[in-house]
């Protein structure tokens, strides 16, 4: 399993329609083979300094194999259609997480070490 993490701020003049392009965007992502889940997530605080509005989209995938075929087939035609639309009144960092160890229940985090709780 890989985690593909995008980071966006985008400028309060285009909150509203970001929004609704970017559900429609993350819907399109997820019928693209090896995309297995989506999270949307608002981060804590969800306003920069400068009033742009931060959004945390993380996409589950099957494999990294699955995600370098977003990359080579999908990504820079997927990417300009945001830039189209937006232009500069948007940003977007990207990370890539890998699993390193799968843990399923609830777990107990301590410094250095996982615990599950039983």
């Known amino acids: 399993m890989v985690i593909y993490e995008v980071n966006l701020a985008v400028a309060p003049s285009v909150e509203e329609s970001y929004r609704t ?9 997820l019928e693209l083979e090896g995309f297995q889940s989506a999270r949307w997530f608002q981060p804590e605080p969800p306003v920069r300094e400068d009033g742009w509005v931060l ?22 035609r997927i990417r300009s259609d945001g830039l189209e639309r937006v232009g500069d009144d948007f940003s977007a960092t990207r990370r ?3 699993e390193v160890i799968p843990v399923y229940g609830q777990t107990i985090f301590k410094p250095g070490r996982m615990f599950k709780a039983r």
């Open 21 to 29: 392009w970017l559900r429609a965007h993350i819907h399109e992502i």
């Open 96 to 98: 890539i997480l890998g």
């Open 55 to 76: 959004h945390t989209v993380q996409y589950e995938l099957a494999s990294r194999d699955a995600l370098q075929v977003y990359f080579d087939s999908h990504a820079d």
